[in-house]
Structures are given as structure tokens and as C-alpha cells.
């Protein structure tokens, strides 16, 4: 059975600061893992994926994958006010039959 | 292109009442998703469909049941409503090939009093 395990949050940061979010996973032959962001009473949205170690970056955001240490990390960097949110990490099957969710990491982005 | 549409947004069901709560896709997905979301978790996979006429059982089946007759439906049926079942429930789909991204609809909160 796979686990996602994520910082326990909440987490606050000030305007403009760093943000760093981590995600830790079980199974060691997942490939691909993803980056959701759900705003309070909407539905998860995707806003990264990463396949490959190292790092992927897309604007102010860039998720970290490291398959050896079965972790992933998601920076936003010049946090603003509108990134606050719940984080999500998932980490889909081979098969893409059954993604597993963490359990999410609420970040406060303080004005 | 709606993508995925959930009904109702909102339910009050008494103890021991039953409904369903519908889901429909128009991307022509073959995976079907049902979770549900605790206030303050994340997300757990109710059943899920890898095509019509497909269905298997997440990590937390009971108390519910599904169907998947067409391609672009999969609607969830609670039998005998408890208050543990108070949740928000999200449907989501995703293609057989392509992009491995789920797309969700807009979610079904659900209170059981």
C-alpha cells in the first residue's frame, strides 16, 4: 500500500518570503508525482507535475524530485496573499488506477 | 466542454436515508474517480472505474456502491445515510493515454443529521 506523508502544516509564511512544502512517498516505483492546490470549498487544481530528479520550474513555483530519497518538494517563491491554500501531493500507479493523496499542507501567505 | 459535472453541490439527508450523487464526464475519460474529503484531510478513494462496466473498491468502500454502464457516467449511491458520511465528495476522471492528470469536478457536500 502506498503512502504519502506531507509536512503538517499550517504554514505560514510572510509576503514575498520562500514558501517550501514537502512530500514523502512509499513506493518506490512511482514515476511521476504532482502538485494540487485547493482553495477552500473548490476542488483540487493541478499546478505542477515532475518526472525526473532534480528540479522543474514554472514561474514562481518549482517542484524538487529526489526517487533515491522518495521525496518531492514544491518551493513558491514571492509568496502572495492569493497562494494560500491547501497543498496537495499525489502520487499516481503505473496503471493510473489509483492515486494516492497526502494529506495536504494549508499555507497561509501572510500580507 | 463541461468536463466533470457533480450533482447535487449541496445535500441534508436524514439517518438511514439514501440518494445518489451523480457524476457525469464529456471528455470521453475511461477512469472514474470517486473520494471523499474530511474537513481538514486530504483526499480518500471511495471506488473507482477503469472503464464501463468496471468497477473496484478504494480504501474506503463502505456504505456506498457505484455503477459505471456508459462511459461518461458514475454515479454514487449511498445506502442507509450515517453521519460518518458527512463529507465533501469529489468525482474526477482521466484519460486512458496521455496526460496523467485528473480532472475534477466541482465537489458535493454532504451532511447526514
Known amino acids: 500500500q502506498k503512502e504519502v506523508e506531507q509536512n503538517s502544516g499550517p504554514l505560514s509564511v510572510p509576503e514575498g518570503a520562500i514558501a517550501s512544502l514537502n512530500c514523502t512517498y512509499s513506493?518506490?516505483?512511482?514515476?511521476?508525482f504532482f502538485w494540487y492546490r485547493q482553495y477552500s470549498g473548490k476542488s483540487p487544481e493541478l499546478i505542477m507535475s515532475?518526472?525526473?530528479?532534480g528540479d522543474k520550474e514554472d514561474g514562481r513555483f518549482t517542484a524538487q524530485l529526489n526517487k533515491a530519497s522518495q521525496y518531492v518538494s514544491l518551493l513558491i517563491r514571492d509568496s502572495q496573499p492569493s497562494d494560500s491554500a491547501t497543498y496537495l501531493c499525489?502520487?499516481?500507479?503505473?496503471?493510473?488506477?489509483?492515486?494516492?493523496f497526502g494529506p495536504g499542507t494549508r499555507l497561509s501567505v501572510l500580507p | 466542454n463541461a468536463g466533470v459535472t457533480q450533482t447535487p453541490k449541496f445535500r441534508i439527508l436524514k439517518i438511514g436515508q439514501s440518494m445518489t450523487l451523480q457524476c457525469t464526464q464529456d471528455?470521453?475519460?475511461?477512469?472514474m474517480y470517486w473520494y471523499r474529503q474530511d474537513p481538514g484531510m486530504g483526499l480518500k478513494l471511495i471506488y473507482y472505474?477503469?472503464?464501463?462496466?468496471?468497477?473496484d473498491k478504494g480504501e474506503v468502500p463502505n456504505g456506498y456502491n457505484v455503477s459505471r454502464s456508459t462511459t461518461e457516467d458514475f454515479p454514487l449511491r449511498l445506502e442507509l445515510a450515517a453521519p460518518s458520511q458527512t463529507s465533501v465528495y469529489f468525482c474526477?476522471?482521466?484519460?486512458?493515454?496521455?496526460?496523467?492528470?485528473?480532472?475534477f469536478g466541482a465537489g458535493s457536500r454532504l451532511t447526514v443529521l
Open positions: 515532475i518526472y525526473s530528479n
Open positions: 471528455m470521453n475519460h475511461n477512469y
Open positions: 499525489a502520487v499516481p500507479p503505473p496503471d493510473g488506477q489509483n492515486f494516492v
Open positions: 472505474s477503469v472503464g464501463a462496466g468496471i468497477t
Open positions: 513506493d518506490r516505483v512511482s514515476q511521476s
Open positions: 474526477a476522471s482521466l484519460p486512458l493515454s496521455g496526460a496523467n492528470v485528473l480532472t
